[in-house]
T-cell receptor, first 107, second 110 residues
Framework: GIQVEQSPPDLILQEGANSTLRCNFSDSVNNLQWFHQNPWGQLINLFYIPSGTKQNGRLSATTVATERYSLLYISSSQTTDSGVYFCAVKYGQNFVFGPGTRLSVLP | EAQVTQNPRYLITVTGKKLTVTCSQNMNHEYMSWYRQDPGLGLRQIYYSMNVEVTDKGDVPEGYKVSRKEKRNFPLILESPSPNQTSLYFC?????????FGSGTRLTVV
């Protein structure tokens, strides 16, 4: 099956800093999403981005499908950005999640 | 607004007592699925459904049942829950722009 890796596993930032999260996948996919799991456990959809670049406020994402990776950029981080960030890819009839990056933004 | 609704949000039950976690979506999506999330193991697919009356096993189906009698509902049934089914459960539906997840059900089996 497909392997989905994320780096770094943990990240601690001071409020206002920028960060880049990476997602690598081992096979061709036609659906990639980024999610934020907040401290209450809810999975919030950030981007549907099988290829190209999208921006939404302080967040943006880029997927280079031919090279099998995606990047999530967080600029001017805020304490409310804390939580776990997952990328997930559609593979067959499954939706395979990476292990996540745990982000802590300190005030 | 597109929504996937799960109930209950929290549930504590005893071993062997049958329970059902409900999931409904208001988007007329054909595909729905269930996942469980466990520390160190991530999110894993339990069952999925391609359409009404069409269901299939995911990666971890043991101890679970599902049904899809109508397009909007996809309940998860635990006939005889055991403590190893203590987990955070998510229902999802799939659409053109990806997947939408419910708010999760935190289940504890004692």
């Amino acid at each position: 099956g497909i392997q989905v890796e994320q780096s770094p596993p943990d990240l601690i930032l001071q409020e206002g800093a920028n960060s880049t999260l990476r997602c690598n996948f081992s096979d061709s996919v036609n659906n990639l999403q980024w999610f934020h799991q907040n401290p209450w456990g809810q999975l919030i959809n950030l981007f549907y981005i099988p290829s190209g670049t999208k921006q939404n406020g302080r967040l943006s994402a880029t997927t280079v499908a031919t090279e099998r990776y995606s990047l999530l950029y967080i600029s001017s981080s805020q304490t409310t950005d804390s939580g776990v960030y997952f990328c997930a890819v559609k593979y067959g009839q499954n939706f395979v999640f990476g292990p996540g990056t745990r982000l802590s933004v300190l005030p | 607004e597109a929504q996937v609704t799960q109930n209950p949000r929290y549930l504590i039950t005893v071993t062997g007592k049958k329970l059902t976690v409900t999931c409904s979506q208001n988007m007329n999506h054909e595909y729905m699925s269930w996942y469980r999330q466990d520390p160190g193991l991530g999110l894993r697919q339990i069952y999925y459904s391609m359409n009404v009356e069409v269901t299939d096993k995911g990666d971890v189906p043991e101890g679970y049942k599902v049904s899809r009698k109508e397009k909007r509902n996809f309940p998860l049934i635990l006939e005889s829950p055991s403590p190893n089914q203590t987990s955070l459960y998510f229902c999802a539906s799939r659409h053109r722009d990806g997947y939408t997840f419910g708010s999760g059900t935190r289940l504890t089996v004692v």
